[in-house]
């Protein structure tokens, strides 16, 4: 045993050994499980330490002597030093990533946040995350995304294809590619941001993604707030109950719940002043007239910007002119009748709309089907200063019946009936009034003593107005009053609201969504863009910049080697 230890070729397992123990420690450092790289790493240690035993068998001196040698305390002082170089980069990297600092040396500070958009990630209380619905991670979006996220780490976020993940896509109502979401998973919160634009075809990441900071923050201030929208309900004139019942919206107040919407019901009689503190009121098929009081204190409602949903049956007459016809609104009491025929099972008096209007509330329902039973057609007679959208298009065989017989079948009648296509839903905005303010108290004037004889009374010098001063531009919204007015109640009635056939429910819960003005920025965080440097020369300055570059300066630096070549020879 002593002559294989004393052997010369047992020198050459002082290599073998830490060659195993680098590479093992390289393998589990890369590939995160030890089971194998701890393998080479204990063999490495066996046979380095092997090593060791056999030359010191053969040599008894060897280890005192290997210490003792000036190579052996010189390599030592180098690997003592390298180690320690190690630890410092690793402990400068560590206090580097968790306390990351950064100089935006732009002229316009893009690459840094808005202070409103510093102090409300900071001071965000819950976990957090960000969905983008695309395939693959844009530069520009991901690093916006981390700045966000260096800020707490609360934040996050994750990119998803929607093609493979279609469940996370359907629970937090993506409806296109591109969508941003933001979630609070533990509050069961969720707020849309805005669509990014997606390549039609080749690489996704060469589209001109571009992910507003302004949008984004918005839409954390509104999942953070615990406040929820308060929507009353009209009642006592025959309108549609909320509890469950014959002819109900119970399914409707339910959904409006699970959005962050507090839903209660009002009668106006008993709690007129209750109205301002509504975000929306809902007026669901009222079967008898308004008071007038009534009448006035929702027009008083609107004066403040208050919003209104506003859905009327045919044949009804809710006493609601007054209200209307400032907005350019007219109802007549007609039955809109299908004469397609493409839902024959449903019957003509049950309009089956698949045009939509143009409209945030509609903008997503593309060709999809929604069922109005005894709808009206609403009318528009346009108002200076109001902005209105038809949202629902009956098809052109539609007509407008003045009266439905129960025996016979519906048939147009050009001397009594209205040929379409009709509006049975629009949606309107105007601004809304301001309150004049009150002229503030002022010193009151000092007479000015009466002329006399021979001693007139010159006027004096007035001092020249100063101009006033500019009021800066502001990123906040002006107010406005908004009204969507739909020609039937019972598509958001239970059993239509959530069949999963139509969008009668999106449009019922898109029209609450955009009446409570959910899009308006609560936030102002101006976009920052790059100021364009960019230098612009005409065709002979082109050509003497091209010259210069390529032949005049080249020359020139030949020319003065030459010379000094020629002065040194």
Do not use: C
Not at 61 to 82: H, P, Y
Not at 359 to 375: E, R
Not at 399 to 419: C, I, Q, V, Y
Not at 549 to 567: D, E, K, N, S
């Amino acid at each position: 045993m002593k002559k294989v230890l004393a052997s010369p070729s047992l020198k050459y397992l002082f290599w073998l050994g830490p060659m195993l123990i680098i590479a093992g420690l390289v393998a589990g450092s890369v590939a995160g499980t030890w089971i194998i790289p701890g393998v080479m790493v204990a063999i490495g240690l066996g046979l380095s330490g092997w090593w060791v035993f056999g030359q010191n068998q053969a040599h008894p001196t060897f280890v005192a002597d290997f210490l003792g040698r000036r190579s052996t305390q010189v390599g030592a002082n180098a690997l003592i030093a390298l180690v320690a170089l190690l630890v410092i980069l690793g402990l400068v990297n560590v206090l580097a990533v968790r306390n990351v600092a950064r100089i935006d040396f732009t002229e316009n500070q893009v690459f840094t946040l808005a202070p409103e958009t510093q102090t409300l990630v900071k001071t965000f209380p819950d976990p957090v995350k960000v969905w983008v619905f695309v395939p693959q991670a844009n530069a520009q979006d991901k690093e916006l995304l981390e700045s966000y996220r260096r800020l707490n780490s609360n934040f996050d976020f994750e990119f998803v294809d929607p093609q493979q993940r279609k469940t996370l896509a359907q629970r937090l109502e993506a409806k296109s590619p591109g969508d941003v979401i933001v979630e609070v998973a533990e509050k069961n919160r969720k707020q849309y941001v805005q669509t990014l634009p997606v390549a039609d075809g080749g690489d996704p990441r060469e589209a001109a993604f571009r992910l507003s900071e302004s949008k984004l923050t918005n839409a954390l201030e509104q999942v953070k707030s615990d406040r929820q929208s308060l929507v009353y309900v009209l009642e006592g004139h025959g309108e549609r109950p909320i509890q469950a019942s014959q002819g109900a919206i119970a399914e409707a107040i339910s959904s409006l719940k699970d959005k962050a919407f507090e839903a209660q019901p009002l009668n106006l009689v008993a709690n007129p002043n209750k109205l301002k503190e509504a975000k929306v009121v809902i007026i669901a098929g009222p079967r008898k007239a308004f008071l007038k009081p009534e009448v006035q204190a929702l027009i008083d409602y609107q004066k403040t910007g208050g919003s209104v949903l506003l859905m009327i049956d045919p044949e009804t007459n809710p006493g609601l002119e007054d209200l209307l016809k400032p907005w350019g609104i007219s109802l007549e009491s007609r039955f809109v009748i299908d004469g397609s025929g493409q839902f024959t099972e449903l019957g003509p008096a049950v309009p089956v709309v698949t045009q939509y209007g143009d409209h945030p509330i509609t903008k997503d329902f593309g060709n999809s089907y929604s069922f109005y039973p005894l709808a009206r057609p609403v009318d528009v007679d346009q108002k200076e200063g109001i902005k209105s959208v038809p949202l629902l298009y009956s098809n052109e065989k539609s007509w407008a019946e003045s009266k439905l017989t129960e025996n016979a079948p519906p048939a147009f009648d050009p001397t009594s009936d209205r040929p379409g296509p009709f509006a049975l839903g629009v949606a309107l905005t105007r601004p809304t009034e301001q309150p004049t303010p009150k002229p503030s108290p002022t010193a009151s004037p000092t007479p000015t003593p009466p002329a006399t004889p021979g001693n007139t009374a010159s006027p004096s010098p007035t001092a020249s107005p100063s101009p006033a001063p500019t009021a800066k531009p502001t990123d906040q919204p002006k107010p406005e009053t908004r009204m969507v007015v739909i020609g039937n109640s019972s598509f958001a009635a239970d059993g239509l609201f959530n069949s999963p056939q139509v969008v009668n429910g999106d449009l019922f819960l898109n029209s609450v969504r955009w009446l409570s003005q959910q899009d308006q920025a609560v936030l102002s965080v101006r976009p920052k863009e790059p100021k364009n440097r960019r230098l612009t020369l005409a065709g002979g300055q082109k050509l003497i910049t091209v010259l210069t570059a390529l032949v005049l300066l080249p020359l020139l630096g030949f020319g003065t080697a030459a010379w000094l070549w020629w002065q040194r020879r």
